[in-house]
């Protein structure tokens, strides 16, 4: 059985085993690296003591304890080490004086730390580190947003960690910088929209749950994900289809886009087709929603009476032709295109019966 490793070989700042040790004016030993970096970033305290130190620190070589960790190598080799307490590094990352430097490594050893230990990203959201990576987005710092989407694409990599991602209020941030981020940071951030939507469709979050800024968050995620063809039917396959029915039905019109886009999909019309009171629920839209609303629903629409009689028929009952007859003269040119094309469908299956 392996010796464990004596804890004074590990650096206080990096938690890994000191290949240069040096002793800092306060009397304590860190790798010469991490100092160094801490000291380059403007820091004139001691990390562990924080009493200050001269302007010009002296980093003193311990050669002692050099020489003690490289007899211990050649007596005992280093076994690969446990990762470091992740308190200690989420406490470092939400520490107001740590700089933007020492938070962007400090993430970059979580996301490695993480990547291929499912026990280690259990730790890091049981000990609250999702809400300090969150807290990184509202710096508006694209540096810091991209590396805290890289830890947080790791943590969603567990089921149980996307139900926990959204509960902290990841689909808000994530969103954010999907519209409003750097062209590296909107690919991550739709990555991880993508990766979250297969569960939280199942477990009817997106666009069921929550608050009317929460559903209109999931269904504007959601959107962007299905804006990528491969990605609709996956969220079809995930019950997408009746929980954004059911949201459009209780008011929240943003739902409707994402409907428009889905219908385009077989897969979307036949469960369109099987939800009781669909064509009625894009009805209201065109009788009463928003310019935006009613282009998506007339796009839904259109799709599902091309592709089924029955679906047609129905509209043609629930008033769905009259409706577009009187949307003709809209000042919107996609209204008009897209209610004259549903006109010519209607009327055409009316011929045909």
Not at 263 to 287: D, F, H, P, T
């Amino acid at each position: 059985m392996a010796t464990q490793l004596p804890d004074h070989f590990k650096c206080p700042i990096s938690l890994e085993i000191m290949s240069d040790p040096v002793i800092l004016s306060s009397g304590h030993t860190f790798d010469r690296v991490s100092i160094q970096r801490w000291l380059d970033a403007g820091h004139r305290i001691c990390p562990i003591t924080k009493l200050p130190l001269p302007d010009c620190p002296s980093l003193i070589p311990n050669h002692a304890l050099r020489s003690l960790i490289s007899n211990y190598a050649l007596i005992s080799p280093l076994k690969q080490q446990p990762p470091p307490q992740p308190e200690t590094l989420i406490s470092m990352l939400t520490s107001r004086s740590s700089p933007r430097g020492s938070k962007i490594e400090l993430l970059e050893q979580l996301t490695r730390l993480s990547k291929r230990d499912s026990v280690f990203r259990r730790r890091l959201t049981e000990s609250g580190v999702v809400s300090a990576v969150l807290n990184c987005f509202d710096s508006g710092d694209s540096g810091l947003q991209e590396k805290a989407l890289s830890l947080l694409l790791n943590l969603s990599l567990d089921d149980d960690n996307k139900v926990g991602l959204v509960a902290e209020g990841a689909i808000g941030r994530v969103v954010a910088v999907l519209l409003g981020g750097t062209p590296d940071c909107r690919a991550m951030a739709a990555t991880m929209l993508t990766s979250l939507a297969v569960v939280e469709v199942n477990k009817a979050t997106i666009g069921a749950n929550g608050k009317g800024r929460e559903k209109k968050e999931a269904a504007t995620a959601l959107y962007a994900i299905c804006s990528f063809p491969d990605n609709r039917r996956r969220a079809i396959e995930c019950g997408a289809v009746p929980i954004l029915l059911r949201t459009v039905d209780s008011g929240l019109e943003r739902a409707v886009e994402v409907l428009g886009i889905l219908a385009k999909c077989k897969e979307g019309r036949e469960q369109m087709e099987s939800y009781n009171g669909c064509i009625q629920i894009l009805a209201r839209v065109l009788r009463n929603g928003s310019s935006r609303g009613i282009q998506y629903a007339l796009l839904a629409l259109n799709s599902l009476c091309c592709s089924s009689e029955k679906m047609c028929l129905e509209a043609t009952k629930g008033g769905v032709l009259e409706m577009c007859l009187a949307l003709l003269d809209d000042d919107n040119e996609k209204i008009r295109r897209n209610s004259s094309s549903l006109i010519q469908v209607m009327r055409g299956n009316q011929g045909m019966s």
